[in-house]
Structures are given as C-alpha cells and as structure tokens.
C-alpha cells in the first residue's frame, strides 16, 4: 500500500478531497470610489421614489380617510359633497393603455426585428437614430397631431368598426346609426380609439429600443445552426429569435404600458372628459387619472387637492406595478445567455 501511494500520479483513496482556492481581489482607489458611487446612485433612485410615495401618501390621507375603499369604485367627482373616486377616470386610463398597447405592439416589434434581422448594416444606424428620435419627440406635438391631422382619418375607421363589429359592446356606439351614411361623425371624435392610437406613436419607440436590444443578443451560433439546417429568415426568427427574446418582448411591452398609464398632455388635448363609466373605445368620451389632475388642479381646494394627490397616489401605485413586473420579465429572459448551439 505504501508502495502505491509513492508512485506518482496514483491519489490515496483516503487522502481529504482538494478545496477550491479563495481568491481575493484587491480592488484600486478607483474601483472602491466607483463602487461607492454606483451604490449612492442606486440608493438615491430608491430614496427619491420613497418619498415620492411618502409625499403622495401624506398628501391624500385627509381624502383617503374621508371615503375609504369606496374612493376605488365611486364614478363621481365632487370632493366639495364628499362624493369622489377614480372608478371612472382608472377605467378610461386603462383602456386608453390597453388600446395603446395593442396598437403599438406589432409595430414596435416589427421594427425591432426588420432593425436587427432584415435592414443591412448601412441602414441600421439611421433607422435607429429614428426610432429615438421619436421617442424625444414632445407630447404636445403628438397632441397637436392626432388632434389635427389623425382624428379626422380615424373616424372612418371608427365608423367601419361600428358598423360591422358594433354587436361587441366595446365597439358599439350610443346615438350612432351604421346603415346611414349621413349620421354625424361627432360621436366617433374625442375618443378613446383616437387617444390610444396617439399615445400608442408615443410609448411605440419604448417598446421597440427594449425589443431592439434582445434580439441584438441572440447567439450567433443559434442562428446560424438554424440556417445550417435550411431554415429560411423567417424560420430563423420564428424559431430562434422570437424565442430567445420573449421575456424581453413582454417586458418592453409592459415598460410601454407603463408609460402610457400617465401620459398627459395628449391625451388632454384629445379627449372630451366625462365622468361616467364607458366601456366604448369609439364612443366620445373618456378621461384619464393624469388628464384629471391637470384639468382640477389650478382650481383645487385644499379637500379637492388631497383628492387629486389620492388619484395620483394610484395612479403611481399602478404604474410601479407595471415597471417592476416589466422588468421582472426582462430580467428572466434568456438575453445574454451564451449560445447552445
């Protein structure tokens, strides 16, 4: 036995196991004050929002304590009777969302694919430089435009879907009559379609940079063993990319419905605000928690302005809920993960 264990090479079956080594870094003067500014950004984003919430809370607990629950499902706006909520205004501002979203969707991703699948490299960067480009674009400016110029171009569309899918409640129009050609087109203006598809141009570059960069890190070995194996572009993508990037494609989604939740000032210059439950994304009439805030604020009590920093306070609430599930997405999504192939 002491003969075996003197060869070299031959272990002794009961010699401990080998430990991995402890490596330690010494980190410079320059990596400690970058570690400790990074930590001082991070924490600042957090105080910042925490108080934003804290400010929000303080501010709406004399409207909130006054109605309780009820501030959720009261379709009024009279804080001078004691008679308020956001039933209203919540439902108008996630519908204005939902059409947003569905309408920017296919084309945020599209793009995303045609920018890092299809277009060629000297096309690239100028269609990039574009995409953001609009996202830098004012809110006003897309207010000014889908008030002007697409409201008009929209209410035949509004008229089409009304007349041929206004059996579907969300569809159906009050005071409208599909089989006359001469009925006012009033009813279709100011509307939540018109408001979505405008918020929709504006939170599109959103969701298309989040698409954009997942799909730029798709392995290089994926896709070239699926056109190795005869696979077309489109298969390539369908296959490959669509997978790899679909956290990412439900996280910008999401980051893009975040930001139309409290988009503003288009969506006041488009709206006829009402407060009433409409279910009617053609129908004129809607609102919004933001729109509400910016139309009572300048006339506010102090009753009626803790009410608004209530519908704000949910409004923020809403909001952080959205992002954080976004980037939950985005965050178990394969992006970066190295090539199987």
Same mark, same amino acid.
């Given at each position: 036995m002491e003969l075996m264990t003197s060869i070299p090479g031959v272990a002794d079956a009961n010699a401990p196991a080998p430990q991995p080594r402890e490596l330690q870094a010494h980190?410079?003067?320059?990596?400690?004050?970058? =570690?400790?500014?990074?930590?001082?950004?991070?924490?600042?984003?957090?105080?910042?929002?925490?108080?934003?919430?804290?400010?929000?809370?303080?501010?709406?607990?004399?409207?909130?304590?006054?109605?309780?629950?009820?501030?959720?499902?009261?379709?009024?706006?009279?804080?001078?009777? =004691?008679k308020f909520g956001i039933a209203e205004v919540m439902l108008g501002t996630v519908l204005i969302a939902l059409v947003a979203g569905i309408v920017a969707f296919p084309i945020a991703m599209s793009t995303a694919l045609f920018i890092t699948e299809v277009a060629p490299k000297w096309l690239r960067s100028s269609l990039v430089a574009l995409v953001d480009l609009m996202a830098a674009v004012p809110s006003v400016v897309y207010g000014l435009w889908g008030l002007f110029l697409l409201q008009g171009q929209v209410v035949g569309v509004s008229r089409w879907i009304n007349t041929w899918f206004g059996w579907i409640p969300f569809f159906a129009v009050?005071?409208?009559?599909?089989?006359?050609?001469?009925?006012?087109?009033?009813?279709?203006?100011?509307?939540?379609l018109v408001a979505g598809i405008v918020v929709a141009m504006m939170v599109m570059p959103?969701?298309?940079?989040?698409?954009?960069?997942?799909?730029?890190?798709?392995p290089v070995g994926e896709r070239e063993g699926a056109f190795a194996l005869g696979s077309t572009r489109w298969g390539m993508i369908r296959v490959v990319s669509i997978p790899f990037g679909r956290g990412g494609i439900i996280g910008g989604t999401m980051l893009g419905l975040g930001r139309a939740l409290g988009e503003t000032i288009a969506v006041?210059?488009?709206?006829?605000?009402?407060?009433?439950? =409409?279910?009617?994304?053609?129908?004129?009439?809607? =609102?919004?928690?933001?729109?509400l805030i910016a139309l009572r604020?300048?006339?506010?009590?102090?009753?009626?302005?803790?009410?608004?920093?209530?519908?704000?306070?949910?409004?923020?609430a809403a909001t952080l809920v959205v992002n954080f599930t976004a980037s939950w997405f985005v965050a178990r999504s394969r992006s970066g993960a190295s090539s199987e192939a």
């Open positions: 980190p410079g003067r320059g990596d400690r004050y970058f =570690n400790r500014g990074a930590s001082l950004s991070g924490l600042t984003v957090l105080s910042v929002m925490a108080a934003v919430g804290l400010f929000l809370g303080i501010q709406a607990w004399q409207a909130l304590s006054a109605t309780g629950f009820s501030f959720l499902t009261t379709a009024e706006w009279q804080p001078d009777r =004691n009050d005071g409208a009559d599909p089989n006359s050609p001469l009925s006012a087109a009033t009813v279709y203006t100011a509307s939540t959103i969701q298309c940079v989040v698409m954009r960069e997942v799909f730029s890190q798709v006041l210059l488009i709206i006829s605000p009402v407060f009433q439950i =409409n279910f009617h994304v053609l129908q004129q009439g809607s =609102n919004s928690v933001s729109s604020y300048s006339e506010a009590s102090d009753f009626s302005l803790s009410a608004l920093m209530a519908a704000g306070l949910v409004l923020f």
